[in-house]
C-alpha cells in the first residue's frame, strides 16, 4: 500500500514540477517527503539514515540546476532516495529493492535523471569529470556536472584520484561533499557563513574573475602578479577556513561549509557556484538520519534499520527470527574474537565495515588488534599484506563484490608474495534487495585464477567456524573463505574447533547414476533434493566440494568412475566458476561423463528476496529437483 502524499509532494512529478514551486515552498516540500521517506521505509526497509539527510539537498540541486541536461552523479547511492521520489518515481517508490520494482540505488537505465549508476561508493568525481570533459568536447559549453559525494566515500582513494585529475582539467565541474560526520567533520563559526556569502557573491567573483585575467596578462612576462592574488584571497580564507588549504591546493575553488538543511540558502548557493568557471567544491554540513531522532542519536543502527514505527522511530523485531540459526556475519564475528584470545598474532581488518561484517564484536574489546580503514578496499588488502609480512595473521573481511576494487593488490601485494591473509569475503552469492551492484556473483571465478590462492566455502556456520580455525595455521598462503549474507542452518554451533584437510570434500549421500556437487551454503538444498527423492524411492550422490581450490582430485575421480551425470551447483556465476573447474577436470583426466551447472547465469541478475533470486537463477531446491528428474 502506498503512503499518503503531502500537501505540495502530490504536485510533484518531475523536476519542472518543482521549479514552479516559491522558496518560501521548499521548506514544507522538505517536511513532506522526509514524511513520505520514513513512512515508506517503515513498511519497505532500505537504507534510512543517508536519505534522510539529503533530502534539502535533492530539492537545492533539482530546484537550481536544469536536469536532467545537468548531470547529476550521487555517490553513494543509497543517498538518493529523496532525488528518486522527486523525479518520477515517487509513485512507484513503494516498489524500491523489490523483485521487478526499482533499483535502492540510482541507475541509468531506470531514469534519464539517473546519470550514473552508484551502487558503490567514490566514483562521482571520476563519473563526473568524464562527463563534464565530453560536454566541452561536443561544445556544450553551459552544461553542469555534479558530484554528490559522501556518507564515508570521501575515505576511498578513488575520489582522490579524481580530484587530483579534475583540478588540472579546468572543467566545468561542481564536487558537493555531503558531510554527515563520517568524512569531514570540523566544527564551524559564524564567520564560516558569512564567507560562504562572500566567496559565492556575484561582485566578489567577478571582480575576482575579471582581476585574474588581467594579471594574467602580466603573467605572460611576470608570472608574480597572479602569485600575488592567490596568496592574498588564500589568506583570507584560510586564516577562518582551514579546508580550503587541501582543495584548493588541488586548483578547485573551496566554498563552505554551509548549513545543507537551510534549503533556501542552498539553492542560491547553487545557482551562484554554477556561474563560476572552472572546478568548484562546496562542503555541506547535513546530519545523517535528520527528522527521525533515533536516527540521528543511532546513525549506524538506522543506516538501514529494517522495519519500524514511523512515528516513534522504534524498530520492529521480528518475532519469526526468534529461535532461528544466526547470521553468518554473527558467527564469524564471535569466532574470530574467540581465535584472537587464543592466538595474539591475529588482527582484524575491514573497510568501513565493522558493523555490517561483525568485526565490531572484536573491535570492542580488542580495539588495538582491529581496524576499520574506511572505504579503502585497495589500502585494507596491501595494509594486511604488510602486517602478514611482519609475522601477524590478518582476518581482513570484505564483501564479495568489493573485494572486486583489490583485485590488483589480491595478485601483487598478497599472492604473489604468498602471505599468509585470511581473506573473509562476506556476502558472496546473491544478497536479495540490494541487487546488482551487490550480489557476490564473481568471486569463485576471479579467486581461481590466482596462483596461492585457497579458496573454500562452508557449508553451515560449524564448518565456517572451523576454515577459520584453520586459516591461521602458518605456511598456507591466502586463505580464501567464502560465504553468504543472511542466516545459517545450525541453531547450535558454537562447537569445539576441528582442523580441516585443506583441498579435502565430504560425501553427504551415495547413491546411482547421478551426483550432485555442491559448494557452500547452497549444499542444504542438494540435501534438501535428495532427502525429497529418497522418499520416491531415489537415491543420488551429492558431495560437498568444500574447497574450489585445490579440489579434492581423489574424490573427483571417484565419482567419475561412479556417476554418469554431474550436476554442479553454486551461488556464483557458471562462467568461470566451481562447475567449470569439474568441467575441466572431467575433460583434462578423459572422464566420459555429462554436465549440468547450476548457478548465476552471464547476465545481471537485478534485485530481490533470495528466493526470488534462487528461483530465476534455477539453482533453488524446485530448480534442482527439476535437473535431476529430467536426468533419470
Request: one cysteine or more.
Amino acid at each position: 500500500m502506498q503512503v499518503e502524499q503531502g500537501e505540495i509532494l502530490k504536485k510533484i512529478n518531475s523536476p519542472d514540477d518543482l521549479k514552479k514551486l516559491s522558496e518560501s515552498d521548499l521548506p514544507k516540500l522538505c517536511k513532506e517527503l522526509r514524511h513520505f521517506i520514513i513512512d515508506e521505509i517503515s513498511k519497505n526497509p532500505g537504507h534510512l539514515g543517508a536519505s534522510l539527510g539529503t533530502v534539502e539537498m535533492a530539492v537545492a540541486l533539482h530546484y537550481a540546476f536544469n536536469t536532467p541536461y545537468d548531470k547529476l552523479v550521487w555517490d553513494v547511492g543509497h543517498q538518493a532516495y529523496a532525488h528518486k521520489i522527486l523525479t518520477g518515481r515517487k509513485d512507484v517508490f513503494h516498489t524500491n529493492r523489490k523483485y521487478k520494482g526499482i533499483s535502492g540505488f540510482p541507475k541509468i537505465s531506470e531514469s534519464e535523471y539517473d546519470a550514473f549508476g552508484v551502487g558503490h561508493s567514490s566514483t562521482s568525481v571520476s563519473a563526473a569529470l568524464g562527463m563534464a570533459i565530453a560536454s566541452k568536447l561536443k561544445g556544450e559549453k553551459n552544461r553542469q556536472h555534479i558530484a554528490v559525494i559522501g556518507d564515508g566515500a570521501m575515505t576511498a582513494g578513488l575520489a582522490y584520484e579524481g580530484l587530483n585529475n579534475a583540478g588540472v582539467s579546468n572543467a566545468n565541474l561542481i564536487v558537493i561533499l555531503n558531510d554527515n560526520n563520517i568524512s569531514i567533520d570540523k566544527n564551524v563559526g559564524n564567520f564560516k557563513d558569512f564567507l560562504i556569502d562572500v566567496v559565492t557573491s556575484k561582485t566578489y567573483n567577478r571582480i575576482k574573475t575579471r582581476t585574474w585575467h588581467f594579471l594574467g596578462i602580466f603573467g605572460k612576462r611576470w608570472p608574480f602578479p597572479r602569485a600575488v592574488l592567490q596568496t592574498m584571497d588564500k589568506a583570507l580564507k584560510s586564516s577562518v577556513l582551514n579546508e580550503s588549504d587541501y582543495f584548493e591546493s588541488l586548483n578547485f575553488r573551496y566554498f563552505g561549509p554551509v548549513d545543507g538543511h537551510d534549503v533556501v540558502r542552498l539553492s542560491r548557493v547553487l545557482k551562484d557556484i554554477s556561474r563560476l568557471p572552472g572546478p568548484k567544491f562546496l562542503h555541506v554540513k547535513t546530519i545523517k538520519g535528520k527528522g527521525l531522532r533515533k536516527a540521528e542519536k543511532n546513525q549506524t543502527k538506522y543506516h538501514a534499520p529494517g522495519t519500524f514505527d514511523a512515528k516513534t522511530g522504534k524498530i520492529i523485531v521480528n518475532p519469526e527470527t526468534n529461535g532461528k540459526p544466526s547470521k553468518y556475519q554473527i558467527v564469524f564475528g564471535e569466532t574470530i574474537l574467540e581465535l584472537a584470545e587464543q592466538n595474539k598474532k591475529i588482527v582484524g581488518v575491514t573497510p568501513a565495515m565493522p558493523t555490517g561484517c561483525s568485526l565490531n564484536i572484536m573491535m570492542e574489546k580488542m580495539p588495538e588488534r582491529t581496524f576499520d580503514v574506511g572505504i579503502a578496499e585497495q589500502h585494507a588488502v596491501t595494509y594486511s599484506a604488510g602486517l602478514a609480512s611482519q609475522g601477524m595473521i590478518p582476518f581482513c573481511n570484505i564483501y564479495s563484490t568489493f573485494m572486486q576494487r583489490a583485485y590488483d593488490q589480491l595478485i601483487h601485494d598478497v599472492a604473489l608474495q604468498n602471505l599468509n591473509i585470511v581473506f573473509c569475503l562476506d556476502r558472496g552469492g546473491l544478497v536479495g534487495e540490494d541487487g546488482a551492484t551487490h550480489h557476490g556473483a564473481f568471486d569463485l571465478a576471479y579467486l581461481r585464477c590466482i596462483p596461492n590462492m585457497t579458496i573454500a566455502s562452508p557449508m553451515n556456520e560449524v564448518e565456517l567456524r572451523n576454515l577459520m580455525f584453520t586459516a591461521q595455521f602458518d605456511g598456507l598462503g591466502p586463505f580464501a573463505i567464502r560465504y553468504p549474507k543472511g542466516r545459517g542452518v545450525l541453531k547450535e554451533w558454537k562447537k569445539p574447533f576441528e582442523k580441516i584437510e585443506v583441498g579435502k570434500s565430504r560425501i553427504i549421500e551415495e547413491g546411482e547414476k547421478i551426483v550432485l556437487i555442491t559448494i557452500g551454503h547452497v549444499g542444504n538444498f542438494a540435501v534438501e533434493v535428495c532427502n525429497k527423492l529418497k522418499e520416491e524411492g531415489i537415491n543420488i550422490g551429492h558431495v560437498d566440494l568444500r574447497f574450489l581450490k585445490p579440489l579434492d582430485e581423489e574424490i573427483l575421480h571417484k565419482v567419475c568412475k561412479k556417476y554418469q551425470n554431474v550436476i554442479t551447483i553454486e551461488d556464483g556465476t557458471i562462467i568461470g566458476g566451481m562447475g567449470s573447474a569439474i568441467v575441466d577436470f572431467i575433460s583434462e583426466n578423459n572422464y566420459n561423463i555429462k554436465v549440468k551447472k547450476l548457478g548465476i547465469p552471464d547476465r545481471i541478475v537485478e534485485q530481490g528476496t533470495n528466493d526470488e533470486l534462487y528461483k530465476e537463477c534455477g539453482f533453488d531446491v524446485d530448480g534442482i529437483y527439476s535437473t535431476v528428474k529430467k536426468l533419470l
